[in-house]
């Protein structure tokens, strides 16, 4: 019998004894434990936060795909405008559709009948076509806009009031052609723009965005005037919000009235008064369209009121005052105006002063019409200043005399006879008996 027998059976419980192999037993105890196989090292854990495999899950489901693209450092995906021209790589054919994936948020689908070689696409092939449609129902696209997918299209940009490109080909009459995907629209000469060009042939060959306004059998009538409008009322809000009072901006003049100018702030109108531009009847006020530069004097958001003066608040033709007009000092001016009480004469574009009747000359005068005539060229002196209502009081007078009482009372009657009021106006003449 082994030694190594010997000792599995003593460990085993084996009564039977021998001598030797007592004498043997330290050794083969010894033998068999360095035979018996080590345990495997236990893995240590990395230690650290815990995380929530499920709740990390709940959460990037709820993001949604337009989140998650952006979580992940890439554009949420958009759906195109009917009109566009996109690119795709085909996803997928079926008898009757081709699907093809243009980065949207769906894959877009073309009808496989309205293709001239269909058995020649494959998956994984790249492709261009125009947008019909883009709704609930998917993205519709076709290779060619014409015929019917051009109409459903324009019909579908005219109901949802979604802008079309479109080039603008000639002038007519009335307006303009355009060209949008090879249908011929009309676009009335007023709706090529909210403030036009003063020449319109700028307009023929330039691509614009424009809005349907009318899609029948044959005519297609469209409008960039409504898309420009539909933009600015998007940011309307925005730019009551960023208006402060001091603020110095650059406008468009949208409309020109007898009382002054509307200028356009990007979605926000405001008026420049005439007396902006200087003072009399012949002031010259800027034409619709012109750029101008002003200052937001005050805000009335609640009546959708802006009140505006022209440019800083050291411009404007009154600005002259005090520097190249000096009070005391005679300067060449135009006659440009003759009342009873007086005439105006122009000293600067935009600058008149007043010269009572009692300044026109050193004798006494019945009339003015007497002494000047509209047109005249003559030398007058500054009598006085009114910074606070921007007026000039004149005198053709050779003398250093002080006429400044006769001109400040006319000033006074005549600012009391226009405080009275409309009413009271219409009674001033009225005797009371």
């Not at 890439?74 to 980065?103: L, M, R």
């Not at 919000?241 to 650059?250: H, I, M, R, T």
């Not at 006085?384 to 400040?408: N, Q, T, Y």
Request: aromatic letters at 4%.
């Amino acid at each position: 019998m082994s030694d190594r027998i010997r000792t599995i059976r003593r460990r085993k419980g084996d009564k039977k004894q021998d001598p030797a192999e007592d004498l043997a037993a330290p050794e083969a105890v010894e033998a068999v434990a360095e035979e018996k196989p080590k345990p495997a090292p236990k893995k240590r854990l990395p230690s650290g936060p815990k995380m929530d495999a499920k709740a990390l899950q709940e959460e990037a489901d709820a993001l949604g795909p337009d989140a998650m693209a952006v979580l992940m450092g890439g554009a949420a995906p958009t759906d195109p405008e009917p009109g566009q021209q996109v690119s795709g790589t085909i996803a997928s054919i079926t008898a009757q559709t081709v699907f093809v994936n243009i980065g949207a948020k769906s894959e877009a689908m073309l009808d496989r009948g309205s293709l001239k070689d269909p058995d020649e696409l494959t998956v994984g092939d790249t492709m261009s076509a125009y947008v019909l449609s883009a709704d609930d129902r998917g993205i519709r696209l076709a290779q060619k806009m014409s015929g019917s997918g051009v109409r459903e299209m324009l019909e579908e940009a005219h109901s949802s009031r979604i802008p079309i490109e479109g080039r603008v080909v000639s002038r007519n009459p009335g307006g303009f052609n355009v060209e949008l995907s090879g249908v011929q629209a009309f676009c009335p000469a007023s709706q090529i723009a909210k403030f036009p060009d003063t020449d319109p042939d700028e307009y023929v060959g330039q691509t614009l965005l424009f809005i349907v306004t009318e899609c029948k059998e044959r005519d297609v009538v469209v409008s960039h005037r409504a898309f420009e409008e539909s933009q600015m009322a998007e940011t309307a809000s925005r730019i009551w919000e960023e208006l402060k009072v001091g603020d110095v901006k650059e406008g468009t003049v949208a409309g020109v009235q007898d009382f002054g100018v509307f200028v356009e702030l990007g979605g926000a109108q405001g008026l420049l008064h005439k007396t902006e531009f200087g003072h009399g009847a012949e002031v010259e006020m800027p034409a619709a369209g012109t750029v101008v530069t002003v200052r937001i004097k005050s805000l009335d958001q609640g009546k959708n009121r802006i009140s505006l003066g022209l440019g800083a608040e050291d411009s404007g033709p009154w600005s002259k005052v005090g520097t190249d007009f000096v009070e005391g000092e005679k300067y060449p001016g135009t006659v440009t105006r003759i009342v009873d009480y007086g005439a105006f004469v122009q000293l600067a574009p935009g600058l008149e002063g007043m010269i009572h009747v009692s300044e026109l000359a050193d004798h006494r005068v019945d009339h003015p019409r007497s002494v000047v005539k509209i047109g005249q060229e003559v030398e007058a002196r500054v009598l006085e200043v009114d910074a606070e209502r921007k007026r000039l009081g004149l005198s053709l007078k050779s003398g250093s005399g002080d006429g400044r009482s006769d001109w400040s009372r006319h000033q006074k009657k005549s600012d009391k006879k226009q405080s009275l009021g409309t009413f009271a106006d219409l009674l001033g003449n009225l005797k009371i008996k």
